[in-house]
């Protein structure tokens, strides 16, 4: 097989998503994403490791990994750094895929399953992503996760307001489950992560009562905390749960402490995920070890792409503890869990967001994802299974940047 120099990156930043083209002297174009900071992300991959990467084999995956990651461990880079090798080793595994002929699942090892489920994460077109060039370039800060309005595929706005018409809504579309973020406001107000009152805790989540008044056990029911609460919060809000007969509650007690997460796992008598906020495969081995954890949940455009999240579910297996791909932020997020989720036997869940898959992602892609019955099927083209839009890498667009040979 012929080497692929590359030759050329290209970067472009809207709202919180950051898009990588990556060019070799082949022809071949390598997607890939990350999200958070993407200014930040950006400067790293043109400022620093196009410095390497420009003239390099893209096909000489590991060699790129080892060598970044071991440059940013030696000054503790968790962030931008390892956001920016997620990134790019993405767009380097879509580049093997074509070149091979091969979708990227393939290469991992092949089928494990013919399709992979997926839940319903109530987000909508205000969270994340946004694709309008008169819209707002900053969309809150992360964990966030936006209240939206009243709309089509709305359903971070739904969740909340007409959640039984919705369970039944995605019961008839196929979804297993579906996660809910009630508790985001109160977690932003002063106070809010310490201390709850009983009241308006059952308050927050009278929604997940509706659900199961209305359509039972038809739909798994989970809960998103995003890290915001503390002990005894954390707790009342277990008990609460305890109700409910969630699949798992996740993130409702902060997690800069394993110890105290192997606690909470222990005493709060729910199934608990944790949690894409970590981001190598020594914060999972704590989790794993301790027993801290029914699941875990792993962003693979956070902790370093495709190739250490396989490594990090392949862990998870000896455990016994079951993986669940993270995505609120974008298509080729999406993509990575799924080639991943479809190698790998211990994924149980894809997340997906709705409005993402069919009014957003459309206008980011060349491919249609899509659930269907509450799955989501490999891609069968090679590479990763899509590209950017071209138009969204003119040079005179904002936030353009370019790195050449």
Known sequence: MKPQRIVKIETRCISHLLLLRVHTDQGLIGSGESFYAPQAIAAMLHDWMSNRLIGANALDIEKQWRFFYERFINFGGRGAELRALSALDLALWDILGQSCGLPVWQLLGGRTRDSVPAYCSPGGTSYGVNTEDDGPQFLGWP???SQGFNGPLEDNWSIIHRAADLAEELIDEGFPAVKAWALDPMGHRPGGPLQLAWPEIRQALQPLFEIRKRVGYSIEIMLDGHGFFQWPAAMRIAEVMREIKPLWIEDVLRVDNVDTLKEFRDQSGVPVAV???????????????????????????????????????????????????HDCTGPFTLLAGVHIGTACPNVVFQETV??????????????????????????????????????LFSEDGSSYRVSVA
């Open 354 to 391: 709705r409005a993402h898959l069919r009014i957003v992602y459309p206008k980011l892609i060349d491919q249609e994802l899509t659930v269907n019955r509450g799955t989501i099927a490999p891609p069968d083209r090679s590479g990763i299974g899509a590209a950017w839009l071209p138009e």
């Open 275 to 325: 949690t894409e906020m970590f981001t190598t495969r020594e914060d999972y081995r704590h989790v794993l070890e301790k027993r801290a954890a029914d699941y875990l949940m792993v962003d693979p455009t956070w902790v370093g792409g495709l190739s250490e999240t396989k490594r990090m579910v392949d862990m998870a297996i000896p455990y016994n503890i079951p993986v669940a791909m």
């Open 143 to 145: 964990g966030h996760g």
